[in-house]
């Protein structure tokens, strides 16, 4: 598997089309400026800061790609009976 197979795959949704998701590419820049900043953090005061927030800003752009996608499932495809 080629370096571009694989981070394709990696970006991609799952399913047939495999387009690229912006919630996945936005949650790896994110997690790259959190590794970054909390390397400088360690190496300027020798502790070890607190991951929730950083886990939350880390995950949020993921979430947000998921909710809209959910909402527009439902938006399409309305719950029979209604």
């Known amino acids: 598997m080629s370096l571009g197979t694989f981070l394709h795959e ?3 949704e799952p399913g047939p089309n495999g387009t690229v ?3 996945r590419v936005a949650s790896a820049i994110a ?3 959190a590794m970054v900043w909390i390397t400088h953090i360690v ?3 020798h502790s070890l ?4 927030g950083v886990t939350a800003f ?3 752009p993921y979430a947000a790609n998921k909710t809209a996608a959910t909402v527009q499932a439902f938006s399409q495809n ?3 009976g209604k």
Request: aromatic share 14%; proline share 14%; no cysteine.
């Open 10 to 12: 990696m970006f991609s």
């Open 21 to 23: 998701s912006w919630g």
């Open 31 to 33: 997690l790259v400026g």
């Open 43 to 45: 190496l300027t005061l």
């Open 49 to 52: 800061p607190g991951f929730d």
């Open 58 to 60: 880390v995950l949020a």
């Open 78 to 80: 309305p719950v029979p």
